[in-house]
């Protein structure tokens, strides 16, 4: 049998309060202004812009394709053994290698010529042999799949640490193979594919590839261009360049709060590397409110806030003051074909010293398996997201474990994975992803749609 290796090493909390690494006390904002407890009725929804932009016709135009690859030898799902505290970095990877969006992002992006085939030393190297050896490797003669598996994240470890910028946070816990948090490991991880995103165009332009493109995988002449139906320059130009990271995964908000006094309404925007502590979206399970689904969290928590903050602009840009209680809303402008959703855990209660002291809240959000997200697009677009993995946790902060649910290849059945264990005695239906178990019950943390 596989090692399955319960950890009881430290554990990053999940949902912290600031990312990676520090929690910050009741009532202080990571936005401008001050969060307030108020709950006032709020002004008119600001108009939303009349034309948002979207990635999903970049996407579904062939730049990307969300269809499994069909040279692969298996469709069945594989466990990740565990040599010591490696369960928050399973469960992790669990759910982007039942992503194909992701596979094909790694291939078109890292490919032939541009690709360094160094497994140990590059990440992209290294997650496109972890995705070869989980999908295709099995009928391989003499390959013996655990062990294979077993190197190829060994490879991916030691490319994470040698990409590790001086004085990283997450430097003690994958240098000392010490138990992190799944959410932290993904934003390093993304933040080594931006970097290799922008060493590769770097290649391009030093190598002089400019009439390269990508086509399966491979980088070939462009030749000829070849024209899609109704396609405009402009996006034929962009279809010679392979997809990035945000448009896959990236979300750009926009948010609006209206002056009650003179009725300006300021907006700013909110680009994908800083809303959701850098990805996705973020679900506050510490609100007031309880037994909510993730629409109505989403809703009251996530797209609208109150806040203190003063106006700048029209007849008030010359009063002092401290500012004001306002209702800010929030609307997606660029919405992503991976939806990546952190369920905040973290919190932070006064003790008896008059100190805080942090917290794991269990506190239970009925998410769906069908995500309509229309109401908060700009323009009215329509976006729904079905749900294809959980990252679920069992313990406090300062221990636990992880697990991981995805959706099978067949889109219609589902698995719980536990390092290396696939569990087979379960009836395989979405109650794996909402109600994650492995001997006992787990607390959802990440979870991963994709968008249809």
Same mark, same amino acid.
């Given at each position: 049998?596989?090692?399955?290796? *319960?950890?009881?090493?430290?554990?990053?909390?999940?949902?912290?309060?600031?990312?990676?690494?520090k929690a910050t006390s009741p009532g202080k904002a990571t936005s401008p202004g001050?969060?307030?407890?108020?709950?006032?009725?709020?002004?008119?929804?600001?108009?939303?812009?009349?034309?948002?932009?979207?990635?999903?016709?970049?996407?579904?135009?062939?730049?990307?394709?969300?269809?499994?690859?069909?040279?692969?030898?298996?469709?069945?799902?594989?466990?990740?053994?565990?040599?010591?505290?490696?369960?928050?970095?399973?469960?992790?990877?669990?759910?982007?290698?039942?992503?194909?969006?992701?596979?094909?992002?790694?291939? &078109?992006?890292?490919?032939?010529?541009?690709?360094?085939?160094?497994?140990?030393?590059?990440? $992209?190297?290294?997650?496109?042999?972890?995705?070869?050896?989980?999908?295709?490797?099995?009928?391989?003669?003499?390959?013996?799949?655990?062990?294979?598996?077993?190197?190829?994240?060994g490879w991916l470890d030691g490319a994470l640490v040698r990409e590790l910028p001086?004085?990283?946070?997450?430097?003690?816990?994958?240098?000392?193979? *010490?138990?992190?948090?799944?959410?932290?490991?993904?934003?390093?991880?993304?933040?080594?594919?931006?970097?290799?995103?922008?060493?590769?165009?770097?290649?391009?332009?030093?190598?002089?590839?400019?009439?390269?493109?990508?086509?399966?995988?491979?980088?070939?002449?462009?030749?000829?261009?070849?024209?899609?139906?109704?396609?405009?320059?402009?996006?034929?130009?962009?279809?010679?360049?392979?997809?990035?990271?945000?448009?896959?995964?990236?979300?750009?908000?926009?948010?609006?709060?209206?002056? &009650?006094?003179?009725?300006?309404?300021?907006?700013?925007?909110?680009?994908?590397?800083?809303?959701?502590?850098?990805?996705?979206?973020?679900?506050?399970?510490?609100?007031?409110?309880? &037994?909510?689904?993730?629409?109505?969290?989403?809703?009251?928590?996530?797209?609208?806030?109150?806040?203190?903050?003063?106006?700048? &602009?029209?007849?008030c840009k010359q009063l002092t003051g401290e500012g004001k209680p306002r209702q800010?809303?929030?609307?997606?402008?660029?919405?992503?074909?991976?939806?990546?959703?952190?369920?905040? @855990?973290?919190?932070?209660?006064?003790?008896?010293?008059?100190?805080? $002291?942090?917290?794991?809240?269990?506190?239970?959000?009925?998410?769906?398996?069908?995500?309509?997200?229309?109401?908060?697009?700009?323009?009215?677009?329509?976006?729904?997201? *079905?749900?294809?993995?959980?990252?679920?946790?069992?313990?406090?902060?300062?221990?636990?474990?992880?697990?991981?649910?995805? @959706?099978?290849?067949?889109?219609?059945?589902?698995?719980?994975?536990?390092?290396?264990?696939?569990?087979?005695?379960?009836?395989?239906?979405?109650?794996?992803?909402?109600?994650? @178990?492995?001997?006992?019950?787990?607390?959802?943390? $990440?979870?991963?749609?994709? @968008?249809?």
């Amino acid at each position: 049998m596989p090692s399955n290796t *319960r950890s009881n090493s430290k554990a990053t909390s999940p949902g912290k309060a600031t990312s990676p690494g520090k929690a910050t006390s009741p009532g202080k904002a990571t936005s401008p202004g001050k969060t307030t407890p108020t709950g006032k009725t709020t002004p008119d929804k600001p108009t939303p812009p009349s034309s948002p932009t979207s990635n999903r016709d970049r996407v579904r135009s062939g730049r990307v394709t969300k269809k499994w690859p069909k040279d692969l030898a298996t469709t069945a799902s594989q466990g990740l053994t565990n040599p010591n505290n490696m369960c928050y970095r399973h469960s992790m990877l669990q759910c982007l290698l039942h992503q194909p969006a992701f596979y094909h992002y790694l291939d &078109d992006n890292h490919a032939a010529p541009l690709g360094c085939h160094q497994v140990n030393q590059c990440t $992209v190297c290294a997650l496109q042999a972890l995705w070869d050896a989980y999908w295709r490797a099995v009928t391989l003669p003499g390959y013996v799949l655990e062990e294979g598996l077993l190197n190829e994240t060994g490879w991916l470890d030691g490319a994470l640490v040698r990409e590790l910028p001086a004085g990283h946070s997450l430097a003690d816990d994958l240098e000392n193979a *010490r138990q992190s948090d799944p959410f932290d490991l993904l934003l390093y991880l993304f933040e080594c594919l931006r970097n290799h995103e922008k060493t590769d165009t770097a290649k391009i332009k030093a190598k002089g590839l400019k009439g390269l493109k990508a086509l399966k995988g491979k980088w070939v002449k462009s030749g000829k261009s070849v024209k899609t139906k109704n396609q405009d320059p402009e996006s034929e130009a962009a279809a010679t360049q392979p997809p990035s990271l945000d448009e896959l995964f990236g979300v750009t908000l926009q948010q609006q709060w209206k002056c &009650d006094d003179c009725e300006n309404v300021t907006t700013q925007e909110i680009p994908p590397d800083q809303a959701g502590h850098g990805i996705g979206l973020e679900v506050n399970l510490n609100a007031p409110q309880q &037994d909510l689904s993730l629409v109505q969290s989403l809703r009251l928590n996530t797209f609208q806030e109150s806040i203190t903050i003063r106006c700048e &602009d029209g007849e008030c840009k010359q009063l002092t003051g401290e500012g004001k209680p306002r209702q800010r809303h929030k609307l997606i402008v660029t919405a992503p074909e991976i939806l990546i959703i952190r369920l905040a @855990r973290f919190t932070m209660v006064s003790n008896d010293r008059g100190g805080w $002291v942090s917290i794991k809240s269990r506190r239970k959000c009925g998410y769906e398996e069908y995500l309509d997200l229309s109401e908060f697009a700009a323009g009215g677009e329509v976006l729904m997201y *079905r749900l294809d993995g959980v990252v679920a946790h069992r313990g406090e902060l300062d221990g636990g474990h992880y697990i991981a649910a995805v @959706r099978k290849q067949d889109g219609q059945d589902f698995h719980t994975i536990d390092d290396g264990e696939v569990a087979q005695g379960r009836d395989g239906t979405v109650d794996e992803l909402e109600r994650p @178990r492995s001997g006992c019950n787990f607390d959802p943390y $990440v979870l991963v749609y994709s @968008r249809v």
